[in-house]
């Protein structure tokens, strides 16, 4: 039952979207919490929380970026805005629906918030051993009302009203938690870093691995971008997709039927080469630019553009009529995860880390002792129909999005929205 609303708000959905703030530290659970898959552990302060807000370091269409300083330690800070930006079509998340019905639009859209999608990517980085594939992460934080008010004080006027949302009828106030008050700011302690000025063969070749490497932990939709890049390492996952998800994982929902599957697929295998479009649109834009000696030659899907001067002969590859990724995300066995996971949450563990590892957002580095050499994965051959390889070929021009329907608890792709 929800509490009592503040006079300030009377419109409101009357149904908690996102976490409220702890009353113990034993409230604070890794999240996202309705639904499968990974999950981020909460930022160990070891003690109250304690942030210095320093500077601001940057901002995109989810977020803030700001220098802090936690116990000596400089990290940076990502602050999350209350988003209605989510990047698909699909049913609006309104009051709209019956209970039964508003649970799954709100499990629906617990796989698209910006925050939500950061902890997922991040939380399957730790679970797998593998989070040198980004910058480190060290949780999540929830800010408490003395550092939204310290965050105020030190960053006065509007620069950051997209984050403390104070309009009436803002998302942040149409989603109040339970006790009926205004969810709390919600934030992700990374490694503090700088930007590459130059981009060489080198890094390139590194990010693009990377991005191959993420894609083999089912995480896709990586914002490959020249920003994105922080201390050599990929830092924005904010519209990344992490499986088991609803456009990722069919076995999700046993209902699909043939043609459903097929489009999902398509989506997926497209979402998949966007990765590696956006890639190669880095390094176009970068030697645009500059003189033929700074040139960088790295290059992810010749395929998909004909021959190239980077490339091999596409008539003498066999499959020269098929288009091909790099990586299948779907076979990424989240299933295994999950249930260590189980296991190891008996002993209340998260994140399917061993007890030493648990309980200190600082504790990443442990995890990777666990790390396991990622092979070389077999190259994804779309399988689909001539109409939709031709689409994919021409992956520069290509701009679609999946619509997605609401049926009785199911998320089913629709069509593409050109
Ligand atoms: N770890 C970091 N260290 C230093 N600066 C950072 C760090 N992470 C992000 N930034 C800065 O903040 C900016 C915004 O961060 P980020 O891209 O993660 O936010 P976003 O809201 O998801 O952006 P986008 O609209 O690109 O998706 C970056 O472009 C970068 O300049």
Not at 267 to 282: H, M, P, T, W
Not at 306 to 327: C, I, M
Not at 376 to 398: F, Q
Request: charged residues 30%; positive net charge; hydrophobic residues 30%.
């Amino acid at each position: 039952m929800a509490a009592e609303l503040p006079s300030q708000a009377p419109q409101t959905c009357g149904f908690p979207l996102y976490p409220e703030l702890p009353q113990s530290e034993s409230d604070l659970k890794p999240l996202p919490r309705r639904i499968k898959g990974p999950q981020l552990k909460p930022f160990d302060f070891q003690g109250p929380q304690q942030i210095e807000f320093l500077e601001h370091l940057g901002d995109g269409l989810h977020s803030h970026v700001i220098k802090v300083k936690i116990s000596e330690q400089i990290y940076a800070l990502k602050l999350f805005m209350f988003s209605e930006e989510v990047d698909y079509f699909g049913p609006p998340l309104s009051c709209d629906y019956d209970e039964k019905d508003r649970k799954e639009v709100t499990a629906f859209y617990e796989f698209l918030d910006p925050f939500n999608c950061e902890c997922r990517a991040f939380g399957r980085l730790h679970e797998s051993g593998h989070p040198e594939l980004a910058v480190e992460c060290y949780g999540y934080v929830l800010l408490d009302e003395d550092h939204e008010r310290a965050l105020r004080d030190r960053f006065p006027g509007r620069k950051l009203e997209d984050i403390f949302q104070d309009e009436p009828g803002s998302r942040r106030r149409n989603f109040l938690t339970r006790d009926g008050r205004q969810p709390p700011i919600r934030a992700i302690v990374k490694e503090f870093g700088t930007g590459v000025d130059k981009l060489r063969n080198r890094q390139l070749s590194k990010t693009l691995q990377d991005v191959v490497q993420l894609q083999q932990l089912g995480i896709i939709q990586v914002d490959v971008a020249q920003r994105q890049i922080i201390n050599g390492k990929l830092c924005d996952f904010s519209t990344a997709m992490t499986t088991p998800h609803f456009a990722m994982s069919p076995e999700l929902n046993r209902h699909l039927k043939p043609w459903a599957l097929a489009l999902m697929e398509f989506n997926l295998f497209l979402s998949s080469c966007k990765d590696y479009s956006a890639f190669d649109e880095v390094v176009e834009e970068w030697n645009e630019h500059r003189l033929q000696k700074d040139h960088v030659s790295v290059k992810a899907l010749p395929q998909l553009y004909g021959p190239s001067p980077w490339t091999y002969n596409l008539r003498r590859t066999p499959s020269r009529e098929r288009v091909f990724t790099h990586v299948d995300p779907r076979l990424y066995d989240w299933r295994a995860h999950a249930r260590g996971r189980d296991e190891n949450s008996a002993g209340g563990q998260a994140n399917g880390q061993s007890s030493k590892g648990s309980g200190s957002g600082r504790s990443v580095a442990k995890v990777s002792k666990t790390r396991r050499r990622l092979k070389k994965p077999p190259r994804w051959y779309y399988e689909g129909s001539k109409e939709n390889m031709a689409y994919l070929r021409n992956l520069t021009n290509c701009r679609c999005y999946f619509s997605w329907a609401f049926k009785r608890g199911f998320f089913i792709p629709t069509r593409c929205v050109p």
